[in-house]
């Protein structure tokens, strides 16, 4: 069966502080591995990557994907309270567009 | 560009009742795709739709089942509801087009099934 498996379960920060979130996973034929953040119901997109060592950077946030150990880690500098959400990590699997989630991680930032 | 779209917002249902939910999928997406999110888990994918077939299913019973229609929104039933089925019910849609690898998410429907 196709597992991914996110840790933390969840965190509590406080705000300015950085933040490490991990996703490791136990397939390797998958097109690409998708980051999303779920504030109260609708993921939303925020990475998607398919090559390893290479970097996504989009503001405060960064991911970078290491198919040689399997894993994949979002990274948030200078966290804000608007941070606050469940994150998380999803394959694209090789056939058809089916996407596989982990469990997520919980990150509430606080003021 | 108008996002995608689901109905209701959230339902109640009993145990052993049918229920139908409905998605409209992004403009110019043609692919839907149906997870079941249960709480403190993540989405789990229940089935897809292509032009109007169904294209890929989860490990969901047959009791799941679904339809899409030529403008490409797509429904939802489940027929003989019981409790596990209580969960956040996504749709996403996305463009074989454009790659599909982008999946954009409705804000779902709450069903809690008593």
């Known amino acids: 069966e196709d597992k991914v498996v996110q840790s933390p379960l969840s965190l509590v920060v406080h705000e300015g502080d950085t933040v490490t979130l991990n996703c490791s996973y136990e397939?390797?034929?998958?097109?690409?591995l998708l980051w999303y953040k779920q504030e109260k119901k609708a993921p939303t997109f925020l990475f998607m990557l398919?090559?390893?060592?290479i970097e996504k950077k989009s503001g405060r946030l960064s991911s970078i994907l290491d198919k040689k150990e399997l894993f994949s880690i979002l990274n948030i500098t200078a966290t804000q309270t608007g941070d606050s959400a469940v994150y998380l990590c999803?394959?694209?699997?090789?056939?058809?567009?089916?996407?596989?989630f982990g469990a997520g991680t919980i990150l509430r930032v606080k003021s | 560009e108008t996002g995608v779209t689901q109905s209701p917002t959230h339902l109640i249902k009993t145990r052993g009742q049918q229920v139908t939910l409905r998605c409209s999928s992004q403009s110019g997406h043609n692919t839907v795709s149906w997870y079941q999110q249960a709480l403190g888990q993540g989405p789990q994918f229940i089935f897809q739709?292509?032009?109007?077939?169904?294209?890929g299913r989860g490990n969901f019973p047959p009791r799941f089942s679904g339809l899409q229609f030529p403008n490409y929104s797509s429904e939802l039933n489940v027929n003989a509801l019981e409790l596990d089925d209580s969960a956040l019910y996504l749709c996403?849609?996305?463009?074989?087009?454009?790659?599909?690898?982008?999946?954009?998410f409705g804000p779902g429907t709450r069903l809690t099934v008593l």
């Open positions: 739709y292509y032009r109007e077939e169904e294209n």
């Open positions: 999803a394959l694209r699997m090789e056939y058809g567009n089916k996407l596989v």
């Open positions: 397939v390797t034929n998958f097109r690409s």
């Open positions: 996403a849609s996305s463009s074989r087009l454009a790659g599909g690898h982008e999946q954009f």
């Open positions: 398919t090559s390893s060592g």
